[in-house]
């Protein structure tokens, strides 16, 4: 079984920066790719930022130049910068892992999310 588990977020006014991390642990043979996905209420889910093991990055046009994705292969772990946070970025940020376990089987695995609230 593959763990997800953020952490960081939490409150901050308009123009102002905060961080999340994520580890994936568990029955893990290879990671693919690692991103983040937010959620504000009434809305679905939408893609943040996407990275996979060659460090190629994708994000949501709403965050580019304001949001940066990177992650640590060595120790499972991705982390979101977040700049110029803006109201509309309040959300449940979800960390979301990709890749093959320990049995070669796939999975696709999610963390419980965390609380980003940007006050205008």
């Known amino acids: 079984q593959v763990h997800v588990v953020e952490s960081g977020g939490g409150f901050v006014q308009a123009g102002g920066s905060l961080s999340l991390s994520c580890e994936a642990s568990?029955?893990?043979?290879?990671?693919?790719?690692m991103g983040w996905y937010r959620q504000a209420p009434g809305k679905e889910r939408e893609l943040v930022a996407t990275?996979?093991?060659?460090?190629?990055?994708n994000y949501a046009d709403s965050v580019k130049g304001r949001f940066t994705i990177s992650r640590l292969n060595a120790q499972n772990m991705v982390y979101l910068q977040m700049n110029s946070l803006k109201s509309e970025d309040t959300a449940v940020y979800y960390c979301?892992?990709?890749?093959?376990?320990?049995?070669?089987?796939?999975?696709?695995?999610w963390g419980r999310g965390s609380q980003v609230t940007v006050s205008s």
């Open positions: 990275t996979n093991a060659g460090h190629s990055t």
């Open positions: 568990g029955s893990i043979f290879t990671i693919v790719a």
């Open positions: 979301n892992v990709r890749g093959y376990n320990s049995e070669r089987k796939v999975f696709d695995a």
